[in-house]
């Protein structure tokens, strides 16, 4: 079974900087398409950030934009996001996922991404 397989995550004080990087285990559809999501303890799984190379398009949650940066290296299939200024806000589970399967206006939607990774644990402490 393919999975995608998230590493980086750990445990920083507020105002410090992690990279998550993402790559697939085997074959997958296409990396185009990309993205980050997050679930803390007792909510529900949110968008953090997104990027549709051939598509020119990215996006980042509220919360995140001017802290986040999300990237790819195509000859690696590798998915990152540079996290900066972390607040204790920014604890959760962080998911890697891939394969946009349509565009439109809500191309980011966690319904919208055909292959997950297991997670990556990111705790910030004040």
């Known amino acids: 079974q393919v999975q995608l397989v998230e590493s980086g995550g750990g445990s920083v004080q507020a105002g410090g900087s992690l990279k998550l990087s993402c790559v697939p285990s085997?074959?997958?559809?296409?990396?185009?398409?990309m993205g980050w999501f997050r679930q803390a303890p007792g909510k529900e799984r949110e968008g953090v950030a997104a990027?549709?190379?051939?598509?020119?398009?990215?996006y980042y949650a509220d919360s995140v934009k001017g802290r986040f940066t999300i990237s790819q290296d195509n000859a690696k299939n590798a998915l990152y996001v540079q996290m900066n200024d972390l607040e204790p806000g920014d604890t959760a589970m962080y998911y890697c996922?891939?394969?946009?399967?349509?565009?439109?206006?809500?191309?980011?939607?966690?319904?919208?991404?055909?292959?997950w990774g297991q997670g990556t644990q990111v705790t910030v402490s004040s």
């Open positions: 990027i549709w190379t051939s598509a020119g398009k990215t």
């Open positions: 996922a891939a394969h946009c399967l349509r565009d439109g206006d809500t191309w980011f939607a966690e319904s919208n991404f055909y292959y």
């Open positions: 085997g074959y997958i559809i296409s990396t185009r398409c």
